[in-house]
Nanobody, 122 residues
Framework: QVQLVESGGGTVQAGGSLKLSCTAP????????MAWFRQAPGKEREFVAA????????AYTQSVQGRFVVFRDNAKNTAYLQMNSLKPEDTAVYYC???????????????WGQGTQVTVSS
């Protein structure tokens, strides 16, 4: 079982930035692909970004391309989502997800964090 602990959500004005963190305690982090999803009120959960276990590959949904950056620090067992130039439409609960040796937007990730609220005011 993989436990994912998220932090870093909050409220920010449009154009601002936030950085989300997702920590997975234990010795297996370097084998986990990490991903971020979000769910806005009344909408289905959608893929945002993912990073391979090696950190060598990343993927983004088109709406955040060029504004969000996903990266990881395997020494700290932590993945990050740096969100810049935030827009009101980015408002959602953001979830961290993980799975072993499988990566990409179409993956059905096995492990999920509790979610953290991101609110962008106009």
């Amino acid at each position: 079982q993989v436990q994912l602990v998220e932090s870093g959500g909050g409220t920010v004005q449009a154009g601002g930035s936030l950085k989300l963190s997702c920590t997975a305690p234990g010795r297996t982090f370097s084998r986990l692909a990490m991903a971020w999803f979000r769910q806005a009120p009344g909408k289905e959960r959608e893929f945002v970004a993912a990073i391979k276990w090696t950190g060598s590959d990343t993927a983004y949904t088109q709406s955040v391309q060029g504004r969000f950056v996903v990266f990881r620090d395997n020494a700290k067992n932590t993945a990050y989502l740096q969100m810049n130039s935030l827009k009101p439409e980015d408002t959602a609960v953001y979830y961290c997800a993980a799975d072993y040796f499988t990566y990409g937007p179409a993956v059905v990730y096995d492990y999920w964090g509790q979610g953290t609220q991101v609110t962008v005011s106009s």
